[in-house]
């Protein structure tokens, strides 16, 4: 069942989060935030009228989340995590359609997103879902000497940090 974010769900949904994020600290690399740090940014994301956070549940846990940004009635799909243990079950796909739903219910034609290249995962669920790839840059300087890899995603090569 999908419900929209309560208070009452902060822990799991912490959880989930702290998942998601130490997760892209893998893919793209970088300092992880310290478990305060992503206390603190997970509050001011629920706390954020603008975030609509979609849960769901299965009878006693949270399996997934979808977070929601409106940016003056333009919605971006900011975050979306499924548990690893239940992914491939259509909990990702149900929750995506819940928000397309929802844009939808709130005069919003389209869904924006983006997702970073080397997340082929993320890419290959959204292409399948029916999203199109509009453009990628993503431009980095760094501040102090970094190791870079080079990948390819639709036959363009990226350099990301390591």
């Keep these: 069942m999908i419900c929209e974010y309560t208070s ?3 822990n799991e949904t912490l959880e989930l989060y702290t998942a998601l994020y130490s997760y892209h600290k893998v893919l793209f690399g970088g300092q992880p935030l310290s478990p ?3 206390i603190e940014d997970f509050k001011k994301v629920v706390e954020n009228p603008n975030n609509k956070i979609f849960l769901y549940r299965n009878d006693s846990k949270v399996l997934g989340f979808a977070r929601l940004f409106d940016a003056d009635g ?3 799909l900011k975050e979306l ?3 690893r243990v239940y992914r491939n079950k259509g909990i990702g796909k149900k929750l995506l359609q819940f928000c397309e739903d929802f844009a939808q219910k709130h005069g919003e034609e389209q869904i924006y997103l983006s997702v970073i290249p080397i ?3 993320a890419v290959n669920f959204y292409r399948k879902n029916g999203y199109n790839v ?3 840059i993503e431009l980095t300087k760094p501040t102090i000497n970094e190791t870079f890899q080079e990948v390819e995603f639709n036959g363009k090569k990226y350099k990301i940090r390591v």
């Design 8 to 10: 009452e769900y902060f």
């Design 36 to 38: 305060n740090d992503l």
């Design 74 to 76: 333009c919605y971006f």
């Design 81 to 83: 995590y499924v548990q």
């Design 119 to 121: 997340n082929e995962i």
């Design 134 to 136: 509009i453009n990628s």
